[in-house]
Nanobody
């Protein structure tokens, strides 16, 4: 069994910064891509940023230049540094990872975190 545990959400004023982290644990052989998604009230979940095991990154246009995704492969952890936050960034942020488990190395599991709320006040 594997799981993702997120931390770092909270309330921040517009223009402020906040950092999220997400640690994977369990019978992990390796982790492919890791990413952050968000879902605002009444909207669909959307990709915010993703990073491959090799460090290649991809960002939603709405966060480019403001958010930075990074990962520590030794700690099975992915981070999201959010700067210049806007009220429209308010959402529940979910961590996602493609995890290869020890007992099934030919495929991977799509694993989601429980979500952490980020609220940006104007």
């Amino acid at each position: 069994q594997v799981q993702l545990v997120e931390s770092g959400g909270g309330l921040v004023q517009a223009g402020g910064s906040l950092g999220l982290s997400c640690a994977a644990s369990g019978s992990i052989f390796s982790i492919n891509a890791m990413g952050w998604y968000r879902q605002a009230p009444g909207k669909q979940r959307e990709l915010v940023a993703a990073i491959t095991s090799g460090g290649y990154t991809n960002y939603a246009d709405s966060v480019k230049g403001r958010f930075t995704i990074s990962r520590d492969n030794a700690k099975n952890t992915v981070y999201l540094q959010m700067n210049s936050l806007k009220p429209e960034d308010t959402a529940v942020y979910y961590c996602n990872a493609q995890i290869v488990v020890v007992t099934a190395k030919s495929t991977y599991l799509e694993v989601w975190g429980q979500g952490t709320l980020v609220t940006v006040s104007s």
